[in-house]
């Protein structure tokens, strides 16, 4: 798992993601597109993945 590991490879990911469990947890930078994010999570499902989360933050107002 490459837990808290900024990685740039999307084939790496999918090579590395939580295969145990089945979950591939993302958190994209602020600048990453929303359908960038959808075609990684389906490239991830494609792979293997069971479930895939996409981690946010919530900024403050």
């Known amino acids: 798992?490459?837990?808290g590991?900024?990685?740039e490879d999307l084939a790496e990911f999918l090579d590395q993601?939580?295969?145990e469990t089945?979950?591939?947890r993302l958190m994209p930078?602020?600048?990453?597109?929303a359908l960038r994010m959808i075609e990684v999570?389906?490239?991830l499902r494609q792979n293997g993945a069971?479930?895939?989360?996409?981690?946010?933050?919530?900024?403050?107002?």
């Open 1 to 3: 798992m490459n837990q």
């Open 5 to 7: 590991v900024v990685v």
């Open 17 to 19: 993601f939580e295969r």
């Open 22 to 24: 089945g979950t591939a």
């Open 29 to 33: 930078d602020q600048d990453t597109a």
């Open 41 to 43: 999570a389906r490239k």
């Open 50 to 61: 069971q479930r895939v989360v996409i981690l946010t933050q919530k900024v403050a107002q």
